[in-house]
């Protein structure tokens, strides 16, 4: 399934969870009345279930509880989790020679926001975000490239190639698989044609 997918599923199912919690709140305040109330939400059979049950109708409702806090948890993790769970490239530490004095570190917070430089400096890029996983050298990369009506599909994959290549003549690694995203930014006023 999509994260779009995912998202809208979840948002449905706490929208109705809301609104039938809301609504029980409101029927137990006394908002519709107090009549209404003062009535059972469930028939008198389940009430009387209930009564008979102890501490069993207690455990049941608590382990309902326990399975939806639960998946709630699980669903809500997936949501913020983004790039499938996978963990951002750590800061860079360069292996030393046996001539140099100290070590030669880059994190890689600076590798991402110059690997976003270089890509918005492509004709008619106007944003770019860049992820990057793994531990260096076997470096995995995501972006986003946001770009208006103007750009060149066909020569956008050898201006990525080549923002990858000045990478790897940088840093020594180059990201695989790399995937990128395109999304066109709208026109901020209409054309028209005459």
Known sequence: MSDRRDRAI????????LVGGGLA???GAGVFGTARSERYVFDPTVARWWDEGGWESFAVVTAIGVVAVALGAYLALAQVHRNDGRQRTPTVIFPTSDTA???????SAALSHN???DLEAIADVHNARVGLFGR????????VLAVGDAIDLDKLPARVDAALARMQAT??????PVQVTVRFKS???ERQLE
């Open 10 to 17: 979840v948002a449905v199912i706490g929208f109705v969870l």
């Open 25 to 27: 709140a409101c029927l």
């Open 101 to 107: 004095r100290g070590q030669t570190t880059l994190r």
């Open 115 to 117: 690997l976003e430089t």
């Open 136 to 143: 260096y050298p076997t470096i995995e990369m995501r972006a």
């Open 171 to 176: 840093t020594g690694a180059r990201p695989d």
């Open 187 to 189: 026109a901020g006023r």
